[in-house]
């Protein structure tokens, strides 16, 4: 079992920024691959970034230039930067990891508001 716990939502201004935290119960480099996907009422869970235990990153396009995704695997941690936020970056984003057994895990959540 993987628990993950994530910090960091919260409200901010349109083209402000966030940070979004999402420590792991277990050492960084049993999981294959972190990284956060995003929910928004009656929509399907999309993804948002990854990162490899090797560093490879993954965007959306929707978020390409704007986030990024970054690892401290001293402290078992994955980090979301938020920079250029609009209002349509609204919603639920979720923490995810997928071990190198291959089990995927996810966290509670953590909402971004972003007002116009």
């Known amino acids: 079992q993987v628990q993950l716990v994530e910090s960091g939502g919260g409200l901010v201004q349109a083209g402000g920024s966030l940070r979004l935290s999402c420590a792991a119960s277990k050492s960084i480099f049993t999981i294959n691959t972190m990284g956060w996907y995003r929910q928004a009422p009656g929509k399907q869970r999309e993804l948002v970034a990854t990162i490899t235990r090797g560093g490879s990153t993954n965007y959306a396009d929707s978020v390409k230039g704007r986030f990024t995704i970054s690892r401290d695997n001293a402290k078992n941690t994955v980090y979301l930067q938020m920079n250029s936020l609009k209002p349509e970056d609204t919603t639920v984003y979720y923490c995810?990891?997928?071990?190198?057994?291959?089990?995927?895990?996810w966290g509670q959540g953590t909402q971004v508001t972003v007002s116009s």
């Open positions: 995810y990891a997928k071990t190198v057994a291959g089990n995927d895990y």
